[in-house]
């Protein structure tokens, strides 16, 4: 196997894992909207074809492996991407150097990779991406004592790749429940599949478009969300309910038939509706028979598509003109902080301007900043020491990617909420060295609450719980709490349940699906029931998915 097959394959396999990333997303057990195994992985694998793109043909295929491994660490994108990246990474370790690789040589790369990826996660999880990279690099080593045909040994490889995804859903039952098996494994054999394809002398795939710039993604999310959206027209409103309503459910039912995303809540004497549709003129119709609209807040329509289409242009400007400019570190300590809301930037810093300064990283939940965005933004901070707070749990291994890359001392602090990285923010001590820092901002973001409401992106059954697409969800520390129908009782039950008897400060953070007077109910509500014990304190962070970030502390 030369150069020029391992780069045909390689691009291929990115390709490929572009066209099935939806279907590998919607493999994704957990119904909050996340990062997406299949487009972390998908952006991740593009880094590589990117980069080989431009090698000549005749490159050894040690050096198109290392080349592909490179650009694929600097593009991680989420805890998929990177795991992906240090397979890839182990497997052109294993390949430094050959010129021409033999079945042997494969098997030795593929395992060089696995145990790399193992190494990396503290606690690994049978029945994932790791299993079925293990299984497969196991068969590729025992059939490569036979037979040092590459193809063969990559044969060998797929099939027990194969059988150890099939095999997942009775490793991690929450798979087996869901009837799915498990995401990342999923990517990884579409992408090593692909390879065996063109290994086998099929013509590599080719794109039908570029994927477009990585910094439309952070900046909004999902660039394909125009092909996602399946009804134009976001609609809301809130009808008085008539003497002898009939049961809101009817509208609720309804309003699926026509649409999606549909939420309706009600109480005694209103019924606030949100659809999907592309005939919101029906929606409106519909509710006339529940009762009368209200004057304020006015029926809302608005068009998802050209309002999509303006952001990506305000996108491409904002990453046109805002590109990190290389400090050199002057000051002894600064930050990296990971942060999607203007509020929620603003916060980090405001905070960073007595620590150093803080650079954010535009990023977070459906918006996972790559390696190399982390990496540029601490070349960007003029200091020796630069602390990290990804705030996010899919997004620290790619932070710790960048640990090794920088040009200065980097600590990443693994911060998986925001309320945890603003803790740790405010807990750095100046008088104290990077080390003491370190241990004392650790111990302060480990006592940080943290309640999320977010929203089902789709139907599911998860903890005991049948979740519907649009359903209010509850997440105390990471794990689904409860479900709700009314956002502001789901906040004041979920803040209830973190708060202890040595709780100081609730601390409530609302996104850009909430306006302020919903906030402040929801405050008042909360200060009412905490009296004089308790100090509430209300923000706007703007921050998208996240309807409320909400945080006890005791100090």
């Known amino acids: 196997m030369n150069g020029k097959i391992l780069k045909d394959a390689l691009c291929s396999a990115a390709v490929t894992i572009e066209q ?26 593009t880094s590589a074809r990117r980069a080989l793109s431009v090698l000549p043909d005749d490159t050894l295929i040690g050096e198109v492996a290392e080349k592909a491994a490179s ?28 010129e021409e690789a033999q079945g042997k040589d494969i098997a030795n790369a593929v395992e060089i990779g696995v145990q790399a990826a193992y190494k990396s996660v503290m606690k ?49 039952p929450i798979l087996k429940k869901a009837g799915v098996v498990d995401a990342g494994g999923k990517g990884l054999l579409t992408i090593w599949q692909a390879m065996l394809d063109v290994f086998h002398g099929q013509t590599p795939a080719e794109p039908v478009q570029e994927v477009r710039r990585a910094q439309e993604t952070i900046a909004i999310g999902r660039v394909d969300l125009d092909e996602e959206i399946k009804f134009t027209y976001c609609t809301e409103f809130i009808v008085e309910k008539k003497k002898d309503c009939p049961d809101p459910f009817k509208l609720r039912a309804y309003l699926e038939t026509i649409g999606d995303c549909v939420v309706v809540v009600d109480d005694d004497q209103i019924i606030k509706v949100h659809v999907h549709t592309d005939n919101p003129g029906n929606a ?30 305000e996108a491409h400007n904002a990453a046109q003109d805002e590109t990190y400019v290389r400090a050199e570190p002057e000051q002894p300590f600064g930050f990296v902080a990971v942060a999607a809301g203007d509020g929620i930037e603003n916060m980090f810093k405001d905070l960073g301007t007595d620590c150093g300064g803080c650079m954010v990283v535009r990023g977070g939940q459906t918006m996972n900043p790559s390696t190399e965005d982390i990496l540029r933004a601490i070349h960007a901070t003029p200091a020796k020491t630069v602390f990290v ?7 620290i291994m790619a932070a710790e990617q960048a640990v090794s890359l920088a040009d200065r001392n980097v600590c990443v602090l693994p911060t998986r909420t925001i309320p945890q ?59 689904l709490a409860f479900t709700d129908k009314d956002l502001n009782h789901a906040a004041y039950k979920l803040t209830k349940r973190l708060v202890h008897g040595e709780t100081k400060f609730i601390t409530v953070i609302y996104g850009e ?33 996240y309807s409320y970030i909400i945080s006890t502390s005791v100090e």
């Open 421 to 479: 990285g603003l803790t740790a923010l405010m807990s750095f001590d100046s008088t104290l060295d990077a080390e003491g820092n370190r241990i004392a901002m650790t111990k302060a973001f480990e006592k940080v609450e943290t309640g999320q409401i977010t929203f089902a992106a789709r139907d599911s059954e998860l903890e005991g719980h049948k979740i519907r697409q649009g359903e209010i969800l509850a997440l105390e520390n990471g794990k």
């Open 20 to 45: 099935n990333r939806k279907k590998i997303d919607e493999l994704n057990v957990y119904p909050v909207p996340d990062g997406d195994t299949g487009t972390n992985m998908s952006m991740t694998m």
């Open 389 to 395: 707070l990804p705030n996010n749990k899919n997004i």
């Open 284 to 313: 409106l119709q519909k509710a006339l028979e529940f009762g009368q609209f209200v004057n304020e807040p006015k029926p809302k329509i608005e068009n998802m598509r050209i309002q999509h289409a303006g952001r990506v242009r």
């Open 513 to 545: 699906s909430v306006d302020e007077q919903t906030a402040e109910q929801l405050c008042d509500k909360l200060q009412e029931k905490f009296g004089e014990k308790i100090e509430v304190m209300a923000s706007s962070g703007g921050q998208p998915v």
């Open 124 to 172: 690994p999880t049978e029945g994932t991406i790791l299993t079925v990279a293990r299984m497969g690099a196991q068969q590729g080593k025992a059939i490569a004592q036979e037979n040092n045909d590459p193809v063969a040994v990559w044969e060998e490889i797929c099939r027990a790749a194969s059988e150890a995804l099939d095999n997942t859903p009775e490793q991690l």
């Open 71 to 98: 650009a694929m660490l600097r593009g991680a994108r989420g805890n998929s991407g990177v795991i992906l990246s240090l397979l890839f990474r182990g497997f052109a370790k294993g390949l430094a150097d050959v």
